[in-house]
């Protein structure tokens, strides 16, 4: 487990994962309403050379990101209500493609996640402090270790 005391800590623990990622890479980003899901998100897209801005996809359910070292897909399944929705989108090919895939709410639509996944658990202590940990599966090869 990894602490961080506040939003610019969390970006920066994400950009320091950026470095490791792979193009077929998927990462789930699971914690309650307000955890910093997005916040690392940010830092992963900057840390593999995004610019711009990198806004929560809440409402669009994905933004891509294609200007970085690898193609960057970030999902927020928070609004799906019915699985089958991911499918009907054609989301898949983003999933098992040529960037990294970061998946905020995948708790929504397990069924379309593969196997090998980096699964990252942001856990509220208090109003700055999260707990982050960090749980590779099915192979995802990994080492907490790699971001101190």
């Known amino acids: 487990m990894i602490v961080t005391h506040d939003a610019a800590e969390t970006r920066r623990l994400g950009a320091k994962l950026a470095a490791h990622l792979r193009p077929g890479d998927v990462v ?15 830092g992963v897209a900057r ?5 711009g801005p990198v806004p929560s996809p809440s409402f669009t ?8 070292r ?7 399944w928070y609004r799906i209500h019915d ?3 991911i499918g009907e989108m054609g989301f898949e ?4 493609g040529d960037g990294a895939a970061l998946v905020e709410w995948s708790e929504r639509a397990p069924e ?4 090998r ?8 202590v208090d109003e700055t402090t999260r707990e982050i940990t960090f749980e590779p599966q099915g192979g995802f090869a990994f080492r907490e270790e790699q971001l101190l």
């Open 61 to 68: 359910i994905l933004n891509v990101y294609d200007e970085g």
């Open 28 to 42: 789930l980003l699971q914690g309650d309403l307000g955890a910093g899901k997005s916040e690392f998100a940010r």
């Open 117 to 124: 996944v980096l699964t990252i658990r942001i856990h509220t």
């Open 83 to 85: 699985p089958d929705e």
């Open 47 to 51: 840390g593999l050379g995004v610019s």
């Open 112 to 115: 379309y996640l593969p196997e």
């Open 70 to 76: 690898i193609p960057l897909y970030h999902f927020d």
């Open 93 to 96: 090919e983003q999933l098992h």
